[in-house]
């Protein structure tokens, strides 16, 4: 195996024991199931209405990846500041890199069990009926990739402070406002001072816009270059900042 990705599994084999040997991971999973599984089938009447669709489960998952990303990667970083074992991490023979991004997947598996696990919500809809598997499939896509963002810019946040409340806050309000930026209200407010092309080009940042885009069954190279990028870009300014502060 190659050094650099032996050092990333190595990282990412700590982190992924760390997570479920404390409480945190088990309360978000159990938190998600209930929230997601709850609001997408009582708020909506999913039974009563006999749809063989998971819209209304998959139209709630922003809102909760929203605050529940940020809570399960508020520690990534802040943890290691007040603890101290930032400079141990650091002084080991791996890249900065490597940390950051086993460290990152490893929070990221979290995320991804918990969405693995609301799969009864696809035999309930088989059930119904005959479901569109194509909207499903992205849809679960586009919630992976959505939870992904949220949680690289948490890693990005908690690179800064030794707060994990202030990580915690901090990351809750960026995802806050890159999911509000896309909402119809905020564009037509921008569209009537600032012009229909510039609104139209802010709401392109909006991490709301591309997840719907794609839970409507098409996942474009567009959308997932978007995702892509922004993970890039937070985890690498993530680097950035924890070099900075190694120096």
């Not at 997601?36 to 209405?49: A, C, K, T």
């Not at 990739?145 to 202030?166: H, K």
């Given at each position: 195996?190659?050094?650099?990705?032996?050092?990333?599994?190595?990282?990412?084999?700590?982190?992924?024991?760390?997570?479920?040997?404390?409480?945190?991971?088990?309360?978000?999973?159990?938190?998600?199931?209930?929230?997601?599984?709850?609001?997408?089938?009582?708020?909506?009447?999913?039974?009563?209405?006999?749809?063989?669709?998971?819209?209304?489960?998959?139209?709630?998952?922003p809102w909760l990846f929203m605050v529940l990303a940020p809570a399960v990667g508020m520690r990534l970083w802040s943890d290691e500041h007040?603890?101290?074992?930032?400079?141990?991490?650091?002084?080991?023979?791996?890249?900065?890199?490597?940390?950051?991004?086993?460290?990152?997947?490893?929070?990221?598996?979290?995320?991804?069990?918990?969405?693995?696990?609301?799969?009864?919500?696809?035999?309930?809809?088989?059930?119904?009926?005959?479901?569109?598997?194509?909207?499903?499939?992205?849809?679960?896509?586009?919630?992976?990739?959505?939870?992904?963002?949220?949680?690289?810019?948490?890693s990005m946040v908690s690179s800064m402070s030794r707060s994990l409340v202030a990580a915690l806050v901090a990351s809750v309000a960026i995802?806050?406002?890159?999911?509000?930026?896309?909402?119809?209200?905020?564009?037509?407010?921008?569209?009537?001072?600032?012009?229909?092309?510039?609104?139209?080009?802010?709401?392109?940042?909006?991490?709301?816009?591309?997840?719907?885009?794609?839970?409507?069954?098409?996942?474009?190279?567009?959308?997932?270059?978007?995702?892509?990028?922004?993970?890039?870009?937070?985890?690498?300014?993530?680097?950035?900042?924890?070099?900075?502060?190694?120096?």
């Amino acid at each position: 195996m190659n050094k650099s990705l032996r050092n990333v599994w190595i990282v990412y084999r700590r982190e992924l024991c760390s997570h479920f040997d404390s409480s945190l991971a088990y309360v978000f999973i159990i938190v998600f199931l209930v929230l997601s599984i709850g609001l997408g089938f009582l708020f909506n009447r999913f039974l009563e209405n006999d749809q063989a669709s998971l819209e209304a489960f998959f139209m709630f998952h922003p809102w909760l990846f929203m605050v529940l990303a940020p809570a399960v990667g508020m520690r990534l970083w802040s943890d290691e500041h007040r603890t101290g074992t930032i400079e141990l991490l650091l002084t080991m023979p791996l890249a900065v890199w490597e940390a950051i991004v086993g460290k990152f997947l490893a929070a990221f598996t979290v995320l991804a069990f918990a969405i693995v696990l609301t799969f009864p919500t696809v035999v309930t809809v088989q059930y119904l009926g005959d479901p569109d598997y194509g909207p499903i499939i992205a849809s679960y896509v586009s919630s992976l990739l959505f939870a992904g963002v949220c949680l690289a810019i948490t890693s990005m946040v908690s690179s800064m402070s030794r707060s994990l409340v202030a990580a915690l806050v901090a990351s809750v309000a960026i995802c806050f406002l890159l999911i509000l930026i896309g909402l119809p209200p905020t564009t037509d407010f921008f569209t009537s001072f600032l012009g229909g092309a510039f609104a139209e080009g802010l709401a392109e940042l909006s991490i709301l816009r591309h997840f719907i885009d794609m839970q409507r069954g098409v996942i474009t190279l567009q959308n997932l270059y978007f995702y892509v990028a922004v993970i890039a870009f937070c985890l690498f300014t993530t680097s950035v900042i924890i070099r900075a502060k190694r120096a």
